[in-house]
């Protein structure tokens, strides 16, 4: 479970046998990478087009040039997938 947790994106995600799913990080903490990245890690609502998901970490595009906003993708000045 620690390598999922480290996972900055929310890509990797588990859930417990019992049913229980990850416990966000509170209070909801935001930083921003040296190449753009905008990390997050909370009770996030994260509004896509199709649709809102709950997460618990994610990895915004903040250069705007991503194709799956408000995800980062990796195609602008970042360079790297998250
Ligand atoms: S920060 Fe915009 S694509 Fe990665």
Same mark, same amino acid.
């Given at each position: 479970?620690?390598?999922?947790?480290?996972?900055?994106?929310?890509?990797?995600? &588990?859930?417990? %046998?019992?049913?229980?799913?990850?416990?966000?990080?509170?209070?909801? #903490?935001? #930083?921003?990478?040296?190449?753009?990245?905008? @990390?997050?890690?909370?009770?996030?609502?994260?509004?896509? %087009?199709?649709?809102?998901?709950?997460?618990?970490? %994610?990895? @915004?595009?903040? =250069?705007?040039?991503? %194709?799956?906003?408000? &995800?980062?993708?990796?195609?602008?000045? =970042?360079?790297?997938?998250?």
């Amino acid at each position: 479970m620690e390598i999922v947790r480290r996972c900055t994106s929310g890509a990797l995600r &588990y859930r417990m %046998a019992n049913g229980q799913t990850e416990n966000p990080v509170r209070p909801t #903490a935001v #930083a921003r990478t040296d190449s753009g990245q905008i @990390l997050v890690r909370g009770d996030l609502r994260v509004e896509t %087009a199709t649709g809102p998901r709950q997460e618990t970490r %994610a990895t @915004l595009c903040g =250069c705007g040039t991503s %194709a799956n906003t408000p &995800y980062c993708d990796g195609s602008g000045p =970042c360079g790297s997938r998250p």
